[in-house]
């Protein structure tokens, strides 16, 4: 049976942004697949103090991640890590407690007890505390220490001198979740600014502080007078920092938690790129997707303590197949939520009357356009709608885009590309299936939040109350000849609005998977034609 994903949006609106490569200004990269290289072309490689732990990342490949046990762990990179000018620092984390302690550190901590060869700091950033004017917290503010935060520190390299500080006011750090941060700094500015898992953190979300001096003789400075960013001999520090501070341990502030893929650039990343990063597979989608199968084939195989040896075989000999066909469908359509139609490129065949498309994670393919009305579908690239895409995955190192309509909405008009012959005439958002008894599956195919929907077939109520859990739901319905019409009604909208369920429709021969949302009290509806 050929797996087919369907990805159901009610309307998707993208804009289009000229693709970089990811790798330019790359001065720095730090995969951690059980080792501390950097591998981006400078080779400045680390060297690991303490047992530091690899583990599996957050796709779940083995070795592809460091622990950092926030005791003695910690990575020192003699030469890596200098920046000067526009920069951005990208990291993915996994605390362990709510104050995880430092992810980078570029220089050294207090001259007190390294008065002649003091080499100074350039920046740090970390997870805990709060950036605070002046070191000293406001008398009505709690510490809060979820919260992420960056120093900046210019000419000279002392903490008392002119700098930079900010941190996140809204932005916890939930503990033991992975995280996706990016801390950016424009050089003509003078400013910061975050991401949080590919979004920006509001301006009032972010506070700043222009500064220099300690508590007792602190100044504001303006934006325009901070230098550039203090150049250090001194090595980059992952995971903790080296202080000379007369009241501190030589080796201060261990990270508790897991720290991955940390990319630093000569450069300021845009949105298409930061996406890029924030939907990284860590390989080809084909390949992604075969790493995924076996993964979750090797953990169902697993005998439970519970199951006799007779219910194992069965269950090993019976049902193994359609896990593998699950299993598949839910890789695809991880691999389909990671595709960044906002930054794809286009190229006109004025000959072939075709535009070639070209996406990540996606096979290029060519969509006919009439040169008639190339022009006006090009020069309004940015605000095309990509609606009912559907995907499967052959031989090739990306997805196969199956299905898909993109619409040019200053016309009205709707393109066509690889549509089986008749979508045409069916219902907008509609599928078509050949059985007339098709079986439903239905989960939570997010963060299982408490949805509770009823499900209508035809106006006919044939399910009451259903929870929405990962654990999938399935019946089956009869289809009458023509069109069905499928609904759940929202009982509520759980803990993440709105009301949302995963639906796959399978009629014996293909599979088609929905998402279905809606508020409380509302239907979301998809149509089935049986032919």
């Not at 090797?298 to 219910?311: F, G, H, I, P, R």
Request: charged share 30%.
């Amino acid at each position: 049976m050929k797996i087919r994903l369907l990805v159901f949006f009610f309307m998707l609106i993208f804009s289009f942004v000229n693709a970089q490569n990811i790798d330019d200004g790359l001065i720095g990269y730090y995969p951690f697949n059980g080792d501390a290289k950097d591998e981006s072309k400078n080779n400045f490689h680390g060297k690991i103090y303490g047992e530091i732990e690899s583990v599996e990342d957050r796709h779940g490949n083995e070795n592809s991640a460091f622990l950092f046990d926030g005791v003695d762990d910690y990575i020192v990179v003699p030469k890596g890590g200098s920046v000067k000018g526009d920069f951005s620092f990208c990291f993915w984390i996994k605390p362990m407690k709510s104050k995880s302690g430092l992810i980078l550190f570029k220089g050294e901590n207090c001259p007190e007890r390294n008065t002649k060869d003091f080499k100074g700091t350039s920046y740090q950033i970390g997870h805990g505390g709060r950036s605070r004017k002046c070191y000293k917290a406001p008398e009505d503010e709690k510490n809060v220490g979820e919260e992420m935060n960056i120093q900046l520190i210019g000419k000279g390299g002392r903490a008392d001198g002119k700098r930079i500080s900010a941190g996140t006011l809204n932005g916890k750090v939930n503990a033991a979740e992975y995280h996706f941060y990016c801390w950016l700094f424009d050089s003509k500015t003078k400013s910061l600014t975050a991401y949080k898992n590919g979004e920006k953190i509001s301006t009032s979300d972010l506070r700043h502080y222009y500064e220099m001096g300690y508590s007792n003789n602190c100044q504001t400075i303006q934006p325009s007078d901070f230098p550039e960013i203090h150049q250090t001999r001194a090595p980059l520090q992952i995971g903790a920092k080296k202080s000379y501070c007369k009241n501190q341990d030589e080796i201060v502030g261990f990270f508790s938690g897991i720290i991955d893929d940390i990319r630093i650039y000569n450069r300021l990343l845009d949105n298409c790129e930061l996406n890029a990063l924030l939907n990284d597979l860590g390989t080809n989608p084909k390949e992604f997707i075969s790493n995924k199968i076996q993964q979750n084939i090797s953990k169902w195989s697993q005998k439970d303590e519970y199951e006799s040896t007779a219910e194992f075989e069965q269950r090993i000999t019976s049902e193994k197949e359609s896990k593998t066909k699950e299993f598949t469908r839910q890789a695809i359509e991880e691999v389909a939520n990671s595709i960044n139609w906002q930054c794809g490129t286009k190229k006109y065949d004025a000959d072939k009357e075709a535009f070639t498309l070209t996406f990540n994670n996606v096979e290029p393919f060519q969509l006919k356009v009439p040169r008639s009305e190339a022009r006006q579908f090009g020069d309004n690239f940015d605000q095309l709608e990509y609606l009912n895409p559907s995907f499967s995955i052959g031989d090739a190192p990306n997805l196969i885009v199956d299905c898909i309509e993109i619409k040019n909405p200053t016309n009205g008009k709707t393109y066509k590309y690889g549509c089986e012959s008749g979508m045409a005439e069916l219902p907008k958002g509609a599928i078509k299936v050949k059985s007339k008894t098709v079986t439903v599956k239905m989960w939570d195919d997010q963060k299982e939040d408490g949805d509770i929907v009823s499900v209508f077939l035809n106006d006919a109520r044939i399910k009451k109350e259903i929870a929405v859990k990962k654990n999938e739901h399935i019946f089956t319905i009869e289809l009458k000849e023509g069109v069905n019409i499928f609904k759940l009604l929202a009982h509520n909208e759980g803990d993440n609005p709105p009301n949302t369920a995963a639906i796959l429709i399978d009629d014996g021969t293909d599979e088609y998977q929905r998402v279905l949302s809606s508020k409380k009290g509302e239907f979301a509806e998809l149509k089935i034609v049986l032919e």
